[in-house]
């Protein structure tokens, strides 16, 4: 085998699927979901990845990114990744071209494990084979029956033991949706409340206490993401037993250093297709490590899977319902849950997904 393989191309697509319902948690609504694609080839293969974000990082990919990585070695991601970040240096390194970044990361990681016949966790060298996930979803626009479906689902179907619901649109019904989700799971499942940053401090306290008593023991972004002060004095100010999580807004890991050294978390969430790749999710991992931090995948649970494997303190992946359906719909071999779980297929090379180009075609940009 060749010592060194070189990039011969970048594609990005992008691909818009309406969601099954409205949706919203409780800063935000929306209605449908972008998934930018992106392709990868060199030594005769081609690897992918992807993110889920907006359709004008595709001139990016295609332009600047591409430029700097094509001509680089597939089994040195790393020196790729490093070209991108630096290319981007008077962009911004955050948001939209991270979420790049990300994409193009993820497909040169997967490219290299297929150029050496292995699934990706084995390439990248796991700490174990399978990986816990929790059901995520219950919007904050379903009615009670469809909170009470979806919930109950994650716990029957894919033997989930924490499934997580959305909190903080209309905070004066929160107890009682809690109360109906709590009912509906029964002592099968524990529940997790995520309020994506629409609590102020006070506010979330009180809720803390209440969430406490409904058994609760996971409350996901409290206050703004962006206030660590104010998630570290919920934090602290929380009762025994309820852990704050954040991170999903991680486009940097110096962003995750920063939430660490403010003690912000219990336990940090990071997203591999926004922090910048597997690259940069795994020196996220190793930061939590250093930490004694736990570490959590949101969402993207397929893209999460092998590096998951690899990262030590990870407790585990957001099984997030949008993504899901669509890694369902676009994807050959999407990880199915079983018992709370989903594992990498070790015959599969790389991060055994195929994308299903035909039955996208419908959803393209
Ligand atoms: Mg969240």
């Given at each position: 085998m ?6 011969d ?14 949706e ?19 030594g005769g ?20 990114l591409?430029s700097?990585?094509?001509?680089k070695?597939?089994?040195s ?13 008077n962009?911004?390194?955050e ?6 970044i990300s ?9 290299k ?6 699934p ?5 060298g ?7 996930i ?12 469809e ?11 894919d ?8 909190v ?12 109906v ?5 029964g ?5 997790f409340v995520?309020?994506n940053?629409?609590y102020?401090?006070?506010?979330a306290l ?25 998630l570290?004095a919920?934090?602290?100010r ?8 954040a ?11 920063g ?7 219990d336990?940090?969430?990071a997203?591999?297709?926004?922090c910048?790749g ?5 020196q ?8 004694h ?20 303190r ?6 997030f319902h949008?993504?899901v359906?669509?890694?369902?719909m ?22 055994g997904?195929r ?11």
């Amino acid at each position: 085998m060749a010592a060194e393989v070189s990039i011969d191309g970048v594609r990005a697509q992008a691909f818009e699927i309406p969601t099954d319902k409205p949706e919203a948690d409780g800063t935000i609504a929306w209605n449908s979901t972008t998934l930018v694609l992106v392709e990868v080839s060199g030594g005769g293969e081609t690897g992918l990845g992807y993110t889920y974000s907006g359709t004008s990082i595709l001139e990016l990919i295609s332009g600047r990114l591409a430029s700097v990585v094509k001509g680089k070695d597939a089994f040195s991601p790393q020196a790729a990744w490093l070209a991108m970040q630096r290319s981007v240096r008077n962009l911004g390194r955050e948001g939209l071209a991270a979420t790049a970044i990300s994409a193009v990361d993820a497909a040169i990681h997967d490219l290299k494990a297929r150029l050496l016949g292995l699934p990706l966790f084995k390439m990248l060298g796991s700490y174990r084979d399978s990986v816990p996930i929790y059901g995520s979803g219950g919007f904050t626009t379903y009615s009670d029956r469809e909170l009470e479906t979806q919930l109950g689902s994650w716990v029957e179907r894919d033997g989930c033991s924490l499934v997580k619901m959305k909190v903080g649109s209309q905070p004066e019904k929160d107890i009682e949706r809690v109360k109906v989700a709590k009912q509906a799971i029964g002592d099968r499942a524990t529940l997790f409340v995520d309020a994506n940053g629409a609590y102020r401090v006070q506010q979330a306290l009180q809720f803390a206490d209440e969430f406490s008593r409904q058994g609760i023991g996971w409350f996901e972004e409290p206050v703004s993401s962006d206030d660590l002060a104010g998630l570290r004095a919920t934090r602290q100010r929380a009762p025994a037993g309820m852990e704050v999580a954040a991170g999903e807004y991680a486009y940097t890991v110096d962003y995750v250093r920063g939430m660490l050294e403010a003690q912000a978390v219990d336990v940090q969430q990071a997203d591999v297709t926004r922090c910048g790749g597997v690259t940069a999710f795994l020196q996220i991992a190793a930061l939590c490590e250093a930490f004694h931090t736990d570490l959590s995948g949101h969402c993207a649970p397929a893209l999460h899977l092998h590096v998951a494997c690899a990262s030590p303190r990870l407790r585990h992946l957001e099984w997030f319902h949008d993504h899901v359906r669509i890694e369902h719909m676009l994807f050959d071999g999407a990880p199915v849950a079983r018992d709370g779980e989903i594992r990498p297929d070790p015959w599969r090379p790389g991060n055994g997904l195929r994308f299903k180009h035909r039955d996208a075609a419908r959803y393209a940009v």
